[in-house]
């Protein structure tokens, strides 16, 4: 089946430094998501991009489904941002390990 | 406008004991999910409905799960008999078919 990975598995960030997460798949897809876990366990939807680029505030997303890569940035990150993302394929999703990013003030 | 809607939203049972989980998925989507969380094996499909009809339960673990819906507002899944490696946070999520999900608050059941 087909393989999701996501890197880097931990990230700790100073409160205002931009990062960039990383989802690698290793077949063709239409369906791409990327969710944020906050802390309380919530699953909380960021972007739906099976291709092309989005904006919502400090977060974009760009996936290249040619390539079978997507990259979530998170600009200007703040103590909120904390939490596991997690990138998800196709119809059934099919998560990666997720990524941990920790905040820092 | 609510969300998908889960219940209990903690559950704590003992071994043997059956489980019923319930979800109501937002209202005109039209097809529902039931994902299963564990540090072990992260998050994993168990089963998906389209339109009420079970379209592909491969993920369930054993015959001791079982999952219904009856109606395009109600579904169930249900451990019978449950054991400790049951223990899990249990998604409901729903969507129009194809497209974005959107996931309820999920319930973490305890077996001891």
């Known amino acids: 089946g087909i393989q999701v990975e996501q890197s880097p598995p931990d990230l700790i960030l100073q409160e205002g430094a931009n990062s960039t997460l990383r989802c690698n798949f290793s077949d063709s897809v239409n369906n791409l998501q990327w969710f944020h876990q906050n802390p309380w366990g919530q699953l909380i939807n960021l972007f739906y991009i099976p291709s092309g680029t989005k904006q919502n505030g400090r977060l974009s997303a760009t996936t290249v489904a040619t390539e079978r890569y997507s990259l979530l940035y998170i600009s200007s990150s703040q103590t909120t941002d904390s939490g596991v993302y997690f990138c998800?394929?196709?119809?059934?999703?099919?998560f990666g390990q997720g990524t941990e990013l920790s905040v820092k003030p | 406008d609510a969300g998908v809607i889960q219940s209990p939203r903690h559950e704590v049972t003992e071994m043997g004991q059956e489980v019923t989980l319930r979800c109501k998925p937002i209202s005109g989507h039209n097809s529902l999910f039931w994902y299963r969380q564990t540090m072990m094996r992260g998050l994993e499909l168990l089963i998906y409905?389209?339109?009420?009809?079970?379209?592909?339960d491969s993920g369930m673990p054993e015959d001791r799960f079982s999952a219904k819906m009856p109606n395009a507002s109600f579904s169930t899944l249900k451990i019978q008999p449950s054991e400790p490696r049951d223990s899990a946070v249990y998604f409901c999520?729903?969507?129009?078919?194809?497209?974005?999900?959107?996931f309820g608050p999920g319930t973490r059941l305890t077996v001891t």
């Open positions: 999520a729903s969507s129009l078919v194809g497209i974005e999900q959107y």
């Open positions: 409905f389209n339109n009420n009809v079970p379209i592909d």
């Open positions: 998800a394929v196709r119809g059934k999703l099919i």
